[in-house]
């Protein structure tokens, strides 16, 4: 599973100089989703810390099937907080599609939640 941008790739691959590339980038009608678990600082105070990695990284396992299945970008996690974006490659975009993709992975995402945190 690639984790750039396929356009941050082709820049990098196409500095064969190696001078110093600017990778930021400016987008128009994006949607992005900042997924972040409910009670989570309560459930992590109550169990093993291991209980907690095993849960966050099964839970993300799947979260990360989803991404690929709904052609949306993983941006980064941090603690219980995961975000995406709703595109994977900047020179095929679909504002709509990629709108109704990051709702689809949103309700995805508190379906499978429900088996891995009751």
């Given at each position: 599973m690639c984790?750039?941008?396929?356009?941050?790739?082709?820049?990098?691959?196409?500095?064969?100089?190696?001078n110093k590339l600017d990778l930021s980038d400016e987008f128009?009608?994006?949607?992005?989703l900042f997924a972040d678990i409910a009670g989570f600082?309560?459930?992590?105070?109550?169990?093993q810390p291991e209980q907690v990695v095993n849960m966050l990284?099964?839970?993300?396992?799947?979260?990360?099937?989803?991404?690929?299945?709904?052609?949306v970008y993983k941006v980064y996690t941090i603690g219980d907080c995961y975000v995406v974006v709703g595109f994977l490659d900047a020179?095929?975009?679909n504002p709509g599609e990629?709108?109704?993709?990051?709702?689809?992975?949103g309700l995805s995402m508190i379906a499978v939640s429900y088996t891995h945190l009751t």
């Open positions: 984790i750039r941008d396929r356009h941050v790739a082709e820049k990098l691959f196409d500095n064969p100089t190696g128009k009608d994006v949607t992005i600082t309560k459930y992590s105070s109550s169990v990284s099964n839970l993300f396992t799947e979260f990360d099937k989803m991404t690929v299945k709904l052609n020179s095929k975009r990629e709108a109704s993709n990051v709702v689809q992975i």
